[in-house]
């Protein structure tokens, strides 16, 4: 039987949207790799939902420490972390808010905001320096 897909303006209300296919228990999925999962059509993990964002995090390694307050904080589970390491921003569901900014400890920052069309390299290049402790 085909698929018959509906508009968002068309769902009826009070209508279930699936997280995973029926044969995927959800419990199970706590347990297991995001990328590996059995989403369903209906998740929004399968579709490319970045394409709003003006402002994006650009990730550096070089500084970060793996403390996971990023993937901890994020409201829209956009850090990819495996194995307690930050592996980096998934921009297809990054909105752009800059929380992972926000609460990351390091000085300087290891994630910082720049505009969406900001080459990584470049923004890897402007990184900012240490700051020194005030002593006041
Ligand atoms: S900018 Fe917001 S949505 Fe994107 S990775 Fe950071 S916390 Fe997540
Ligand atoms: S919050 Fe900063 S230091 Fe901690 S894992 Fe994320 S990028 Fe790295």
Redesign the pocket.
Known sequence: MSKKYVGWDEVSQGSVLFSFEEEFNALEAVHTKQEDRLYADTNSFKAYVGDWRVVK?VYNRDICIDCQN?WV????T??VSRDKKMIG?DYEH???????VEVCPTNPKSLLMFGENEDSDEALAKWPEKKKKSKE
């Open positions: 995090p990023c904080f994020c409201p829209d956009s850090i921003v990054c909105k752009g808010c800059g929380v992972c």
